[in-house]
């Protein structure tokens, strides 16, 4: 059974859907999920927490702040030091629910929130469970590593002279998630991220534009430094070995620096192949028993 919720984080209402297993008594485990760089819960998180509540936990699934069915301003605005409040006070509404058991709670991300979770775990003890999917872990190394050194010189120019206009009182500077036409500016340029957003139909009310400071804030932001400090929570990471985006050698690093319990489920295909076919069967079968051993009795 799915209904809508919502929940306040900072002032700013978000929304989203809780999931309770059919026909069960008593209190539940629960998980808390999110997407990663500006999208919607629409985009596939619904088949994930679909296995999930089947397995018997209860799920939260919610739009980041200024996304989605989520309030906040600007719209488009990607803050992780914000998006991570959220995941925070997304679980203390959780722990309130009936039929929740506060004690055995989850958190799920991917992408860039992937990243998320990984920080989450580290600095929030009440997560008793984390699933990190192809995430983002140092977005100033990512970032270094997808662009050309004289485009970085004039991002940064861009993000200044954004600065700059926003002091004024100007509204913030856009960009496209993805790129319009081929070679055109976008915060995800790579051929597999252009065509998941292209060629999705299931997209909520997702917006191809994102502030121009949110790529900012993505490269001052690395979530990997806090791996070391998630033990004694199990954690799991999936990588796609494959991936170009939030790229594998950086994930399987921050894996090494892992204490136990931890699992590797690495799999042979690029970014975005996890959320659906049979890549989706491998991956969120083993993502729920990962749950089922560490939160149910």
């Given at each position: ?11 700013v209402t978000l929304r989203g859907w809780l999931y309770r297993p059919e026909g069960r008594s008593g ?15 629409e985009m596939y998180l619904d088949d994930f927490a679909e296995v999930f509540v089947a397995a018997g ?241």
């Amino acid at each position: 059974m799915r209904t809508d919720i919502t929940f306040s984080s900072d002032g700013v209402t978000l929304r989203g859907w809780l999931y309770r297993p059919e026909g069960r008594s008593g209190k539940r485990p629960a998980i808390v999920m999110a997407h990663g760089f500006s999208a919607t819960k629409e985009m596939y998180l619904d088949d994930f927490a679909e296995v999930f509540v089947a397995a018997g936990f209860a799920v939260m699934v919610y739009d980041h702040r200024n996304f989605g069915d989520s309030d906040g301003e600007p719209r488009g605005e990607i803050d992780p030091v914000a998006q991570v409040r959220g995941y925070r006070d997304a679980i203390t509404w959780l722990q309130d629910q009936p039929g929740v058991d506060r004690h055995r709670i989850g958190a799920w991300g991917t992408s860039y929130s992937g990243g998320h979770v990984i920080q989450l775990g580290a600095i929030d003890r009440r997560v008793k469970c984390v699933v990190s999917q192809v995430p983002a872990i140092d977005g100033y190394r990512a970032s270094r590593a997808m662009m050309r050194g004289d485009l970085g010189t004039a991002m940064r120019a861009q993000f200044d002279a954004d600065r700059i206009a926003r002091f004024k009182g100007a509204a913030p500077a856009m960009i496209p998630v993805v790129p319009d036409q081929p070679m055109g500016p976008g915060a995800l340029s790579t051929a597999d991220s252009v065509a998941f957003f292209k060629s999705t139909t299931r997209i909520g009310k997702w917006r191809n534009e994102v502030t121009l400071r949110s790529i900012e804030y993505m490269t001052e932001y690395s979530p990997g430094l806090f791996v070391g400090r998630i033990s004694p929570t199990p954690f799991m990471l999936v990588v796609a070995l494959r991936d170009v985006l939030a790229t594998s050698d950086l994930a399987l690093e921050a894996y090494e620096r892992a204490f136990q319990p931890k699992r590797l489920l690495a799999l042979d295909c690029g970014h975005f192949d996890p959320y659906t076919g049979d890549m989706f069967k491998v991956n969120s079968a083993a993502q729920s028993d990962w749950f089922v051993e560490h939160l149910k009795p």
